[in-house]
Nanobody
Framework: AQFVESGGELVQPGESLRLSCYAS????????YGWYRQIPGKERELVACITPITSGSTTFYSDSVKGRFTISRKNAEDTVFLQMHLLRPEDTAVYYCNSGNRGSTQCVASGAWGQGTQVTVSS
């Protein structure tokens, strides 16, 4: 699979942003998808996960974004979204998406990483 992320930009604290990830693969709806972020010098971290449609498209979030970010999927368009509200300077990072294994409910990245999209939160 290939992942193409978009939507990142420079925003001020408190603003909102929506990221998109197009996944070029067959059977899109059968995979779990996760949004990850990476700050230079730090490990990539999983911030949001959504399970396959057969598992109810259940969502999970890291504590750092819970209540502010929402992950969703549009299976007809092979796209996963990350709606981000109340952005903070510490949300500044390159954001990536990836998928787990087919049928799994775990967002353990199994595909090649895309280019990511830069989100910068600064006044």
């Amino acid at each position: 699979a290939q992942f193409v992320e978009s939507g990142g930009e420079l925003v001020q604290p408190g603003e909102s942003l929506r990221l998109s990830c197009y996944a070029s693969r067959s059977g899109f709806s059968s995979y779990p998808y996760g949004w990850y972020r990476q700050i230079p010098g730090k490990e990539r971290e999983l911030v949001a996960c959504i399970t396959p449609i057969t598992s109810g498209s259940t969502t999970f979030y890291s504590d750092s974004v819970k209540g502010r970010f929402t992950i969703s999927r549009k299976n007809a368009e092979d796209t996963v979204f990350l709606q981000m509200h109340l952005l903070r300077p510490e949300d500044t990072a390159v954001y990536y998406c990836n998928s787990g294994n087919r049928g799994s409910t775990q967002c353990v990245a199994s595909g090649a990483w895309g280019q990511g999209t830069q989100v910068t939160v600064s006044s």
